[in-house]
């Protein structure tokens, strides 16, 4: 059975007995029906893991005694992936997919043929961030993703200034991402998505002046909503991580 997982402040995990309450003792109670005695996993966000054994349960919260604590560091290397933002609830299954994957950060952008910036209010990134959340607790995450407000072009480009490896999916072909990606050993990647459509000339060239390189997903055009998970799953494999 998989042990439930739960994620509080580091302030509150490092106390010896934990309490959950709110939104995490719903989970616990009523959606997971866990039970007195029962084993747990509480964590951070930030690498810290403490396990330990249901204690006490009432309406409002339950109690935890934690037995053991542990560090797990971040893998490596961070992928951040730059999406283009998709129609509709598109995003939401980009977050979900790729959180699972182990995503580092995800950083929608705009550009000529993705939704503009507009679209994206606060309560939209706000969703966004819970579900992230929540696809974290399912996969496991020592390590909560960044999800990143939608920025528009030029600043996304800067962006990728701060990565050690750029490689952006071309449905008009490129290498494969193996090929793309041996020899390198970088501590952050940038996995580029663009929009349904696919980008411009213009763009095209930004991003080759930026010093992205192109990769090709296969002969079958992928939807701009599954074909992020596609390129995480492909750089994980070819650096040993699946």
Same mark, same amino acid.
């Given at each position: 059975m998989t042990v439930p997982k739960f994620y509080i402040s580091s302030q509150q995990l490092y106390k010896g007995r934990l309490v959950l309450e709110g939104e995490n003792h719903h989970?616990?109670?009523?959606?997971?029906? /866990?039970?007195?005695e029962d084993?747990? %996993?509480? =964590?951070?966000?930030?690498? *810290? &893991?403490?396990?330990?054994?249901?204690?006490?349960?009432?309406?409002?919260?339950a109690v935890i005694d934690v037995s053991t604590y542990d560090h797990l560091e971040e893998e490596k290397p961070r992928m951040h992936l730059y999406q283009a933002l998709p129609k509709g609830k598109k995003m939401d299954k980009v977050i979900?997919?790729?959180?699972?994957?182990?995503?580092?950060?995800?950083?929608?952008?705009?550009?000529?043929r993705s939704r503009p910036l507009g679209v994206v209010d606060k309560n939209k990134l706000r969703r966004w961030k819970k579900i992230a959340v929540e696809s974290s607790r399912i996969a496991g995450r020592a390590h909560l993703p960044r999800i990143d407000e939608? /920025?528009?072009w030029?600043?996304?480009? %800067?962006? =990728?200034?701060?990565?050690? *490896? &750029?490689?952006?999916?071309?449905?008009?072909?490129?290498?494969?991402?193996?090929?793309?990606?041996?020899?390198?050993?970088?501590d952050d990647l940038g996995l580029i998505i663009g929009p349904e459509g696919g980008f411009t000339g213009r763009e095209r060239e930004d991003l080759a002046g930026a010093g992205a390189k192109i990769v090709t997903l296969g002969?079958?055009?992928?939807?701009?909503e599954a074909a992020g998970s596609v390129l995480v799953a492909a750089a994980r494999c070819h650096l040993g991580l699946l």
């Open positions: 989970h616990l109670s009523r959606v997971l029906r /866990v039970q007195k084993e747990v %996993e509480i =964590l951070d966000g930030k690498g *810290l &893991v403490a396990r330990g054994r249901v204690y006490e349960i009432t309406s409002s919260r979900q997919r790729c959180v699972e994957l182990g995503i580092h950060a995800i950083h929608p952008f705009t550009c000529t939608a /920025v528009g030029a600043e996304m480009i %800067e962006g =990728l200034a701060r990565m050690d *490896l &750029v490689i952006m999916a071309d449905e008009e072909g490129g290498d494969k991402p193996s090929k793309a990606l041996q020899g390198a050993h970088p002969v079958l055009i992928l939807r701009t």
